[in-house]
T-cell receptor
């Protein structure tokens, strides 16, 4: 069985500050890792994913995440956040067979002016 | 436009009154899932389907039923809703060999 831990339920930051949203996972097999974003009153959208290869993956809107196998982590970072980044962010893990997708409890990113 | 649609978007009902939440996708995806989202618990999978007539339980299937008679539709059925099923429900789909899930807009259900 696999599980995901998002250590922070809420992360308040000021606009243009850097941010890191933490995600740790546990699994006995090789995994795929994902970050999804949920803007207010909307469904979830895929932000970025790690399947294999380079451990650093990037999204089109400036977020990046680094897969660290030894620390079983997949933290999400952005060097300078905008008000529009205010949303809930979910880390998720799947085994390589992708039979199920397990989500963390989510981290609410609150960006203020 | 590729999308997953859910109906209704909002529903208030009473304990014990059977209801169905519909989910439809227009991407010819094999794989469909239902999740519920509760504050502090994230998303938990209720049921999933890998193709027509193939369904399986997720992490929290109690009190729910599903069917997959057509590839595009995956309705969620609550035979006898109870207040602990008050939640935000999401349907999702993906291609059989794909990794990206597409989520519907959500259905907010309140059971009184």
């Amino acid at each position: 069985a696999q599980s995901v831990t998002q250590l922070d339920s809420q992360v308040p930051v000021f606009e243009e500050a850097p941010v890191e949203l933490r995600c740790n996972y546990s699994s006995s097999v090789s995994v795929y890792l994902f970050w999804y974003v949920q803007y207010p009153n909307q469904g979830l959208q895929l932000l970025l994913k790690y399947l294999s290869g380079s451990t650093l993956v990037e999204s089109i809107n400036g977020f990046e995440a680094e897969f660290n196998k030894s620390q079983t982590s997949f933290h999400l970072r952005k060097p300078s956040v905008h008000i529009s980044d205010t949303a809930e962010y979910f880390c998720a893990v799947s085994d390589s067979g992708y039979s199920t997708l397990t989500f963390g409890k989510g981290t609410m990113l609150l960006v203020s002016p | 436009e590729a999308q997953v649609t859910q109906n209704p978007r909002y529903l208030i009902t009473v304990t014990g009154k059977k209801l169905t939440v519909t989910c439809s996708q227009n991407m010819n995806h094999e794989y469909m899932s239902w999740y519920r989202q509760d504050p502090g618990l994230g998303l938990r999978q209720i049921y999933y389907s890998m193709n027509v007539e193939v369904t399986d339980k997720g992490d929290v299937p109690e009190g729910y039923k599903v069917s997959r008679k057509e590839k595009r539709n995956f309705p969620l059925i609550l035979e006898s809703p109870s207040p602990n099923q008050t939640s935000l429900y999401f349907c999702a789909s993906r291609a059989g060999g794909g990794l990206r899930q597409y989520f519907g807009p959500g259905t907010r259900l309140t059971v009184t």
